[in-house]
């Protein structure tokens, strides 16, 4: 089964930027979207951004628009998340989803199949 392992995390200053990466075994072959979630402290697990791999159509929570992209990398193994101008609100687990199928309800939990373990991104002054 597919294999999802992100990196990229660390602490930065409100107003910096960090590129989070996801690994995923099998991406070519069966992770037609692919979806970037995110778990602040006492905070429900929320939708970032989604990716259809095939087109590399992208979409994005209204909190994060604007500031995050979304992309893949030269291997169809990879994506990334870019993230500038962060904000203290953007501190949290992120976490790495994969699904097997192109589907229109990329900012729901439950349409994804795989989770990587997630990496740890803090914000603060």
């Known amino acids: 089964q597919v294999q999802l392992v992100e990196s990229g995390g660390g602490s930065v200053q409100p107003g910096g930027s960090l590129r989070l990466s996801c690994a995923a075994s099998?991406?070519?072959?069966?992770?037609?979207?692919m979806g970037w979630f995110r778990q602040g402290p006492g905070k429900e697990r929320e939708w970032v951004a989604s990716i259809y791999t095939s087109d590399g159509l992208s979409y994005y929570a209204d909190s994060v628009k604007g500031r995050f992209t979304f992309s893949q990398g030269n291997a169809k193994n990879t994506v990334h998340l870019q993230m500038n101008s962060l904000k203290p609100e953007d501190s949290a687990v992120y976490y790495c989803a994969a699904a097997t199928a192109r589907t229109s309800a990329f900012y729901l939990r439950g349409a994804y199949t795989f989770w990587g373990q997630g990496t740890q991104v803090t914000v603060s002054s």
């Open positions: 099998g991406y070519t072959y069966s992770s037609a979207t």
